[in-house]
T-cell receptor, first 116, second 114 residues
Framework: AQSVTQPDIHITVSEGASLELRCNYS??????LFWYVQSPGQGLQLLLK??????LVQGIKGFEAEFKRSQSSFNLRKPSVHWSDAAEYFC??????????????FGKGTHLIIQP | NAGVTQTPKFQVLKTGQSMTLQCAQD?????MYWYRQDPGMGLRLIYY???????DKGEVPNGYNVSRLNKREFSLRLESAAPSQTSVYFC?????????????FGNGTRLTVT
């Protein structure tokens, strides 16, 4: 069965500092990986996705993520965070269709706090 | 673009009451999903519908039923609500399988069962 682990429940970063959110997955085949962001009271918005090809993927809002098959990781990074980046971040893994008939499996989320 | 629309946004129920959460998408997507989100648990799949006329259980289906009324609409029903069903419920949809498309989410329904 597929699973996603986000080791950090909370992360606090100063505004302007760099950010890395960790994600490890377990999946039997080539995974399709996603990062979503959720602002308070909102639904989930897709930041970026990896299906194949270049292992460094660029997303919206200046985020990027790197797929490392040897480490089963898909960590999210941003060079310089803004106060508006404070939110909940979810990593997810899915079947080859990008969601598949059985949907995505989500990590438990990382709550990002931005210090002024 | 409306995307995925969920109603209601908020609901309070008493234990034993029933209700239906509505979800509609206007993107001509084939597959639709219901997730619940609980603190520290992430999102867990309740039911999904791979196409019109089909539904399947997800990770946490107990206490819920679903109906894929047509291609646009996928409803979630609680027949006898329990406090353990207090949660935020998200509907999502996705386009044709095999395409590089992500899940599109609604803004959620916040349900409290007292």
């Amino acid at each position: 069965a597929q699973s996603v682990t986000q080791p950090d429940i909370h992360i606090t970063v100063s505004e302007g500092a760099s950010l890395e959110l960790r994600c490890n997955y377990s999946y039997g085949a080539t995974p399709y990986l996603f990062w979503y962001v959720q602002s308070p009271g909102q639904g989930l918005q897709l930041l970026l996705k990896y299906f194949s090809g270049d292992t460094l993927v660029q997303g919206i809002k200046g985020f990027e993520a790197e797929f490392k098959r040897s480490q089963s990781s898909f960590n999210l990074r941003k060079p310089s965070v803004h106060w508006s980046d404070a939110a909940e971040y979810f990593c997810a893994v899915g079947a080859k269709s990008g969601g598949g008939a059985d949907g995505l499996t989500f990590g438990k989320g990382t709550h990002l706090i931005i210090q002024p | 673009n409306a995307g995925v629309t969920q109603t209601p946004k908020f609901q309070v129920l008493k234990t034993g009451q029933s209700m239906t959460l509505q979800c509609a998408q206007d993107m001509n997507h084939n597959s639709m999903y219901w997730y619940r989100q609980d603190p520290g648990m992430g999102l867990r799949l309740i039911y999904y519908s791979a196409s019109e006329g089909t539904t399947d259980k997800g990770e946490v289906p107990n206490g819920y039923n679903v109906s894929r009324l047509n291609k646009r609409e996928f409803s979630l029903r609680l027949e006898s609500a329990a406090p353990s069903q207090t949660s935020v419920y998200f509907c999502a949809s996705i386009g044709l399988q095999g395409r590089n498309s992500p899940l599109h989410f609604g803004n959620g329904t916040r349900l409290t069962v007292t």
